[in-house]
């Protein structure tokens, strides 16, 4: 396949110079020498023009050298969508490797429905579905708002301050702690369980493999006392006592339970935390698009999709081909690791229009990957277009202006593209 014509002086015009630099490093590398899974790519926001390359000139990429062994990067969005949604031939199965490119521990396998395959998949969904019935969500809603108005009108004004910890963290970890009937007084204890599930060992800095297990054998007693007095009362509306009243969950093993916590942790955790922070730079970068809303609110739900679709918190989903799979002109082998890659899909001009920016009132917002398709499909999905929906509405009916005072500090992840810390000044 031709390689798309490149203007490295156009880019240095139009580029920060991290990213400028970034593309002459993407075209002059052989595709053979690409890791998508290194970390400094996603620290330094630097993978976009490598997945450019790769949807141009080899879509469904053969990583022999991977980070954590070889992989398949399946980079376009239609693609991504045909893996996603071909449950029979690509398992999500915790004991094939789970969710991640990066293998599930053999000795510290945590099954949860996400990373389960058919039956047992949906068994276990449905047990904790009603969280986000229309009910339900009708009756965050209410909740949902008065504490964002209270987190927004306690920020300071003239002094800079960390949004990620004061606004992104603060609003979802008060969700998730709703939803579980979490002690208040603990609830960032749900941030830190989050940030530990999805930690590279590997990384400097980082918990070793044997402190994130302890770590996370330290949720699993934390809420099995939360477990022991549910599963003794009659059954509630919070996520752990639908867990223990559920037939299909009620039996569960304790890893089993320790899997779908962390899966609902993290879920409930980093795609609306990191929105609402991606969606404020989002809006600085792109001055006339925060003018468009500001001028017309109606525009909100639009603004959140396409928030969602930018940002794509989760960068990847990994399944593991369960027969010999034809796509794209190569052979994918049983056993194989096949990573789908919905941060690069949702940059896919084959399918999104003009999709390197920011438009506030697109046509089709909600055409992305982000939730992913088929019976993975993000559970809490209309849960964080709500959260993300009251925040921007609270934002635009209090700050003309927010201004960002340094560049954001990104997580070195492959799999969660988030944001460590953000300073802001509000206008005094």
């Known amino acids: 396949m031709a390689t798309r014509a490149i203007d490295f002086a156009a880019a240095r015009a139009n580029e920060p110079p991290h990213l400028a630099a970034a593309r002459e490093r993407a075209y002059a590398m052989p595709l053979d020498d690409f890791d998508m899974l290194d970390p400094d790519l996603w620290v330094n926001d630097t993978h976009w023009p490598y997945f450019e390359r790769l949807r141009d000139e080899d879509p469904v990429h053969y990583h022999a050298n991977g980070r954590f062994g070889p992989y398949w990067s399946v980079t376009r969005y239609a693609d991504i969508m045909a893996v996603d949604t071909n449950h029979a031939q690509f ?4 004991h094939l490797g789970g969710i991640t490119a990066k293998d599930m521990d053999k000795d510290f396998i945590l099954p949860m429905f996400i990373a389960m395959d058919q039956p047992k998949h949906d068994v276990q969904r449905k047990a904790v579905s009603p969280i986000v019935s229309p009910g339900n969500l009708a009756n965050l809603e209410v909740l949902i708002r008065e504490r964002a108005q209270a987190i927004f009108d306690g920020l300071p004004r003239g002094e800079v301050f960390d949004w990620v910890d004061r606004v992104s963290i603060e609003l979802t970890t008060q ?6 009937d979490f002690p208040w007084k603990d ?3 749900l941030t830190y369980w989050s940030d530990m599930a999805t930690a590279d060992e590997t990384i400097p800095g980082n918990p070793t493999k044997a402190e994130r297990e302890a770590i996370m054998l330290e949720c699993l007693i934390y809420f099995t006392g939360l477990w022991n007095a549910r599963v003794n009362e009659p059954p509630r509306g919070d996520l752990v006592s639908m867990l223990a009243h559920n037939p299909a969950t009620r039996d569960m093993i304790p890893m089993e339970y320790l ?13 609306t ?12 970068a792109n001055p006339g698009q925060w003018t468009k809303l500001k001028a017309n609110p109606a525009l909100i739900e639009s603004a959140v999709s396409e928030i969602i679709r930018y940002q794509t918190p989760l960068a990847h989903m990994r399944r593991t081909a369960l027969v010999d799979v034809e796509m794209g002109g190569k052979t994918i082998r049983k056993g194989d690791r096949v990573v789908m890659w919905y941060v690069s899909g949702n940059r896919d001009e084959r399918s999104i229009a003009d999709p390197d920016s920011f438009i506030v009132d697109r ?6 990957l982000s939730f992913g398709f088929g019976i993975h499909r993000c559970v809490g999905n209309r849960l964080a277009e709500m959260q993300l ?9 209090r700050f003309p202006t927010i201004e960002i005072m340094g560049p954001p500090a990104r997580v070195p992840s492959a799999f969660v593209k988030g944001y460590a810390s953000l300073p802001v000044r509000i206008p005094a």
Not at 259 to 271: F, K, Q, R, S
Not at 389 to 397: R, T
């Open 91 to 94: 398992s999500s199965d915790a």
């Open 175 to 180: 969700m998730l702690a709703t939803l579980f």
């Open 187 to 189: 609830r960032r204890l």
């Open 259 to 271: 899997g779908n916590l962390l899966l609902l942790i993290v879920g409930g955790n980093d795609t």
């Open 273 to 284: 935390r990191n929105s609402i922070t991606g969606g404020l730079t989002f809006m600085a």
């Open 363 to 368: 046509a089709r917002p909600r055409q992305h």
């Open 389 to 397: 929906k009251i925040v921007w509405e609270e934002i635009l009916k």
